[in-house]
């Protein structure tokens, strides 16, 4: 973090909150509808009769670690903008990037985990690649259970790319924090037109685009379910698996596994379960086809997770 990017923060934040005051609160209106957004998914997501659903405390922490998220992330996006300006660094991707990437959301995530979530322990760290790694770079794969899980990778502290859904550029603070991040966008939508397939947000354009980031050496990171169900483990799909295929990438496994406890706990005023991510042993994807990667990426994550649908 340059020293420059700290002062500006610090200027955008007095700056919304005494000359901009109205511009801020009308943000704040946007972000905490978002953030209702958020709670009502994630509600449906940990309504699985394996898991308890979320109380009231849990819905209140949901909403709350989004609006703290959208809100830091818009600050940091804005600082990140107008440090780029100032010092002629707009053109040059790679700094805007690694700001936004490697500081603004890594910070803010970790942030939003430390007061709302609890601890992350991460074991298996010997199996993450170089920060810098030779081309092809690896393609990180997780399950995806919950909201949290898109903040609790950040631990990991590696740069990547996501594969993120289109809609998620209209999240406030969050969508332009991450469009400076240079992620890669996914229209999920059924069209399955041509004009679809071939646009910025298309699948054939996902590929070109993973590809080239495999090859300069930025790691891809995915959540093959393409979905997020706590309690389930749903079938993979086969977008990661391509890329590895594609570019003979390794794939690197991470099993993220969130108590069930992680909303309803009374943290940060008491203890909470810690999340554990777990790195496994990098599979190589040479000679091998999709489905056996999938088979096997898929039972080494699942290997360490609990399997709800054979609980009492």
Known sequence: MTPL???????????????????????????????????????????????????????????????????????????????????GHWLELGHTRKLAHMV????????????????????GTEHLPKEYPDSPAPIYVANHASQIDSA???????????IMKSS???????????????????????????????????????????DASIQEGTPMFFFPQGTRRMGERLPFKDGAFKVAKNNDSQLVPISIHIPVTAWNSLYPFGTADPVVLTVHKPIDSKDKDIE???????????????DYSKQD
Not at 104 to 123: Q, S, Y
Not at 152 to 162: D, P, S, T
Request: aromatic share 10%; net charge positive.
């Open 5 to 87: 990017f700290g002062i500006l923060s610090l200027i955008v934040t007095i700056a919304l909150f005494t000359v901009l005051r109205p511009l801020f609160l009308l943000l704040e209106a946007i972000i905490f509808l978002a953030s209702m957004a958020a709670v009502y998914q994630e509600r449906k997501i940990w309504l699985h009769p394996k898991v308890p659903s979320l109380t009231p405390v849990g819905l209140v922490k949901v909403f709350c670690l989004n609006v703290v998220w959208m809100t830091v992330c818009g600050l940091g996006a804005i600082a990140t903008a107008l440090e780029a300006a100032i010092t």
């Open 292 to 306: 056996t990667l999938k088979k096997e990426t898929a039972e080494v994550i699942y290997s360490v997770l609990p």
């Open 168 to 210: 998620i550029m209209f999240l406030p603070g969050v969508g332009q924090c991450t469009y400076l991040g240079d992620h890669i966008w996914i229209d999920r939508s059924r069209t399955k037109s041509k004009a679809n397939k071939n646009s910025s947000t298309g699948a054939r354009n996902l590929y070109v685009k993973s």
């Open 152 to 162: 609790v990778v950040y631990f990991i502290e590696k740069q990547w790319r996501w």
């Open 104 to 123: 603004v959301e890594r910070k803010c995530a970790m942030l939003v985990t430390n007061i709302f979530v609890g601890n992350v322990i991460v074991k």
